[in-house]
Nanobody, 125 residues
């Protein structure tokens, strides 16, 4: 089992930055992909940023060049640095982890067995 706990959400004005953290514990060696999803009000949850333990990163078009996903050397904390935020980024952000084969859609939610409870990000104009 893997436990994920997000933190770092809050309210920020458009153009500002926030850094989310996801504390990972348990048998994290079971996972090789981890990252962030979000659910905006009235919308379905969507993938935002994914990190493969081999080093590759993947971003949705809506956050590319603004968000950065990373992890610490101990592999016990995952981060999401969010820059130049806009109101469309307002959402509940979820940390997720799973084991999957390379290729295909990295944002396929069924590939992620472990999820956090989420942290709210609100961006005002």
């Amino acid at each position: 089992q893997v436990q994920l706990v997000e933190s770092g959400g809050g309210s920020v004005q458009a153009g500002g930055s926030l850094k989310l953290s996801c504390a990972m514990s348990g048998n994290t060696v079971m996972t090789n992909y981890m990252g962030w999803f979000r659910r905006a009000p009235g919308k379905e949850r969507e993938g935002v940023a994914i990190l493969w333990t081999g080093g590759a990163t993947y971003y949705s078009d809506s956050v590319k060049d603004r968000f950065i996903v990373s992890e610490d050397n101990a592999r016990d904390t995952l981060y999401l640095q969010m820059n130049n935020l806009n109101p469309e980024d307002t959402a509940m952000y979820y940390c997720a982890a799973g084991r999957r084969h390379e290729g295909g859609n990295v944002f396929r939610e069924a590939d992620y067995s472990y999820w956090g409870q989420g942290t709210q990000v609100t961006v005002s104009s």
